[in-house]
């Protein structure tokens, strides 16, 4: 597939996927948008890849946030598809049935940080820093982060992103969960590589099964949330890869997953 605004490669199981426009800090227009979407479309289909890791080009940022300019001319009927049309997207992501790690360095802000919230895990560089600065231009953040980024840190540390329009530094995001860990700038994407080729080992309709019934259960009801947890625990053990996993323990060899 071949990208204006992405780059993107396949090999040994996973997706490479780079916001390449580093001359903006890579901002979200809609034509990156829609490259994102087409681009998670053909990876959710793709049953040879296993895992994603999501980055930015250049030093500077993985996404400095969306089109300022675009924003500018958005009226209130404008600026609610706008929102709708990257909550979509970013649902897309976050619904491939791949786990999606996202490697952050410099900034990630407003669309940028919204992007890394709709990703499974996020490493992050030294070097990053987070923010949800839509305030200070008379907005609020609109590509989901009022919701998952209070699911993530808890409604106190969020509002204060959110109102204050302040930075967070990688220790800081670490801290208060909004990452799962912090490495040196030169072992971002190795690290992000060593995380993805272990959940790549794995029998990939457990993967998939696990990512939803977290998904899915995190806002229902615990009772509810059981019942689907049992549902999927019943169709894994009718796979041909639960027959194989523990076939494989059995017998201290390495699994052969089929997928099936």
């Not at 396949?10 to 580093?22: C, M, S």
């Not at 998952?148 to 302040?166: D, K, N, S, Y």
């Not at 490495?183 to 690290?191: E, G, I, T």
């Not at 060593?194 to 995190?218: D, T």
């Amino acid at each position: 597939m071949n990208f204006e605004n992405l780059l993107f490669e396949a090999r040994d199981g996973l997706a490479f996927v780079t916001l390449n426009r580093p001359k903006v800090l890579n901002a979200l227009n809609a034509a990156t948008l829609a490259e994102l979407e087409a681009v998670f479309i053909a990876i959710r289909e793709d049953a040879s890849i296993r895992a994603v890791l999501l980055t930015g080009a250049g030093e500077k940022a993985f996404v400095a946030g969306a089109d300022i300019q675009e924003l500018a001319l958005a009226d209130g009927a404008q600026g609610r598809e706008l929102a709708r049309r990257g909550q979509a997207v970013f649902r897309r992501i976050e619904d491939c049935g791949k786990p999606v790690i996202a490697c952050i360095h410099g900034f990630a802000l407003g669309g940028g940080c919204e992007l890394a919230l709709a990703c499974t895990l996020r490493i992050a560089s030294e070097t990053a820093r987070f923010g949800q600065p839509e305030v200070k231009l008379g907005l609020i953040p609109g590509y989901g982060g009022t919701q998952r980024l209070a699911r993530l840190v808890g409604q106190g540390v969020a509002l204060q992103m959110i109102l204050t329009a302040e930075m967070l530094s990688a220790a800081e995001a670490l801290r208060v969960g909004l990452v799962n860990e912090v490495v040196a700038p030169d072992r971002l994407l190795a690290r992000g590589e060593e995380i993805a080729r272990v959940i790549a080992s794995m029998a990939p309709l457990a993967v998939r099964a696990s990512l939803e019934a977290v998904h899915r259960g995190f806002d229902l009801p615990l009772d509810e949330a059981l019942q689907q947890e049992a549902a999927l625990f019943g169709f894994c053990c009718d796979t041909a890869d639960k027959v194989e996993g523990t076939r494989a323990f059995l017998e201290k060899r390495v699994p052969v997953w089929q997928g099936r």
